[in-house]
Nanobody, 124 residues
Framework: QVQLVESGGGSVQAGGSLRLSCTASGYTYRLACMGWFRQDPGKEREEVAV????????YYGASVKGRFTISQDRTENTVYLQMNSLNPEDTAMYYCAYDRCGTVVAGPRVINYWGQGTKVTVAS
């Protein structure tokens, strides 16, 4: 059974930085991806960044491109999301996800494995 444990959320002033971590266990898919998604209450869960675990290829949502960086440490089975130049619109609950890459790309509604979420709050 896949387990995802996130950490690193918190509160920061606009312009600041945070780094989120997601440590995974129990996964066995080939062609697997991990990603970060975020959600505000009453809104759809939004794709933030995705990384292909086999080769490191990355994808970013338009609103975070150039400010956020997703990376992995294979020895620690951990994926990171470095968030720079944060603004209040980045405030949300951030969720780590794991699944076959085709499923991750298909969108949050079909992804099978999620972390518990970590809150990011950016004050203006």
């Amino acid at each position: 059974q896949v387990q995802l444990v996130e950490s690193g959320g918190g509160s920061v002033q606009a312009g600041g930085s945070l780094r989120l971590s997601c440590t995974a266990s129990g996964y066995t898919y080939r062609l697997a991806c991990m990603g970060w998604f975020r959600q505000d209450p009453g809104k759809e869960r939004e794709e933030v960044a995705v990384i292909y675990l086999g080769g490191g290829t990355t994808y970013y949502g338009a609103s975070v491109k150039g400010r956020f960086t997703i990376s992995q440490d294979r020895t620690e089975n951990t994926v990171y999301l470095q968030m720079n130049s944060l603004n209040p619109e980045d405030t949300a609950m951030y969720y780590c996800a794991y699944d076959r890459c085709g499923t991750v790309v298909a969108g949050p509604r079909v992804i099978n494995y999620w972390g518990q979420g970590t809150k990011v709050t950016v004050a203006s």
